[in-house]
């Protein structure tokens, strides 16, 4: 089979970009989502549709998996495990409890296949610009093999160890990248309340110390009081939060900052941000400094 092939399951605002990213550069993308809007939209970038996960897997030799939840995924390791496809290299790139990367590493591996858990630190936007980091982690000789795959979506690679260190660190990163994002609405709120432009804000503060990679991409949203098209969706942060928490609960380690934004995230939901960018958690902050844009 031609190597230079590669499927893409879930074609959302990660997967979607991933997919055009590496047609750019020259692979042979099929690409397979369960909603139509998505696949119509991939297809209209020349990026092959097929009709399920057992399909893609006899198309091309490796596969990226990115899945909004762990019942996709199990869905899709079953498709691939039962496809008698010959042995694949299977990347999941999304973020989602270790024990249910786990359970599909035994379903697939149980059918000859490869998988790595290797989620990826950015955002949606970021996606799009190839400005994303892979945390690679499971068996070292696949993960060399896809490397030049990774090389097609990403700026950069670490290959972190065991299967499941992927995983890890990316909770460790999206601990920051939660509280970074309250604490980035709360110094531009605090901004606004002295009177100061949220423009002039984004543009001083970004240039000091005090900035964040967080504060630079989700700052503007907040300054600009806009929060589509999202970079990301504020219910898969939420829903990456919960993931967090548990994780962090069975190590009981304290952190009482991750903790402490809790509250701001639910809020958002429940006032109709789901849909909208993280960056929308300052819209919660505004309402309780009782400033009215």
Sequence with gaps: MNKNKVGVAGLGIMGGAMARNLKSAGWHVSGYDTAQGQRDALAADGIEIAENAA?????TPYILTSL???EALMATARAIANSDAEPRIIAEVSTLALTDK???RDILEQAGHVLLDCPVSGTGAQAKAKDLVVYAS?????IEEMAPLFDGIAR??????????????KFVANLLVTINNVATAEAIVLGMKAGLDPHKVVEVVGAGIGTSRIFNVRGPLMADNSYVPPTAHLSTAHKDFAIISKFIEELNCPT???NATEPI???AMAQGHAKDDPASVCAILEEMAGIER
């Design 265 to 267: 995230y639910t809020a």
């Design 156 to 169: 950069e690679t670490h290959n972190v160890g065991d299967f499941g260190d992927g995983s890890r660190m």
């Design 138 to 142: 499971g068996d070292r000789d696949a």
């Design 102 to 104: 786990e359970a599909a």
């Design 68 to 70: 909004p939840n762990a």
């Design 55 to 59: 399909e893609l897997s006899h198309k």
């Design 256 to 258: 009482p900052m991750f």
